[in-house]
């Protein structure tokens, strides 16, 4: 395995406010629980950069080992595992996501509401 | 599915509520529900890492192409 890629990973996780890591491009959604995710962020006006794990299968795998958490998509604000696509749904749901997000990045967060995309590969 | 609902048995044998629901009818396709005790004072994160974790062969096997989780505590 690339050290040289998962130290991309970690950067983006790192240093990233919103990171998705997702099936597709919010353009091209190639799975259902990627766009659910996508949706819940959106709906929260987090500002989300994505980053398409299809390219490259080391991504993914690069990816689990770092968070422990074996399916894409995973949710990370500041850093921090959020969970995948029923975890954002269940937080967006009950406003504890606007609240996280607030949390981490300030009660304007949303003006601050950019997407990015991030290649890997 | 059976498969899964003994699996998860196993590992949440004290779970007030668990259901295995075939979302699509094609067998891959899996909503899981856990309401187990065990689950009061972790994190939403912790709780699915431990369904995860007991569903880890037919995740990594292929049996599972999807998977939604619901968890509760008490």
């Not at chain 1, 919103?18 to 259902?32: I, S």
């Not at chain 2, 196993?10 to 629901?21: C, G, I, K, Q, T």
């Not at chain 2, 890492?49 to 999807?66: C, Q």
Request: with cysteine; charged share 25%; net charge negative.
């Amino acid at each position: 395995m690339s050290t040289e890629l998962k130290d991309r990973i970690q950067d983006v996780i790192d240093h990233e406010p919103v990171a998705l890591f997702m099936k597709g491009t919010p353009d091209l959604v190639m799975c259902g629980n990627s766009q659910r995710a996508l949706d819940a962020l959106r709906g929260a006006g987090a500002p989300v950069t994505t980053v398409n794990v299809l390219p490259d299968p080391a991504i993914r795998q690069e990816l689990s080992a770092i968070s422990g958490w074996p399916t894409i998509p995973q949710v990370f604000i500041k850093g921090e595992l959020i969970g995948g696509a029923d975890i954002a749904e269940e937080l967006a749901a009950s406003g504890e996501l606007e609240r996280k997000l607030s949390e981490a990045l300030g009660p304007d967060y949303r003006g601050r509401a950019v997407q990015k995309t991030e290649f890997l590969s | 599915m059976e498969r899964l609902e003994a699996l998860l048995r196993d590992a949440f044998p004290e779970a007030s509520d668990l259901r295995v629901v075939d979302r699509t009818g094609t067998g891959d396709h899996f909503h899981v529900l856990v309401r187990d005790d065990g689950f009061d004072g972790l994190s939403l994160v912790e709780q699915h890492k431990l369904v995860y974790a007991a569903l880890a062969e037919p995740l990594r096997d292929g049996t599972i192409h999807e998977l939604r989780i619901t968890t509760k505590g008490s």
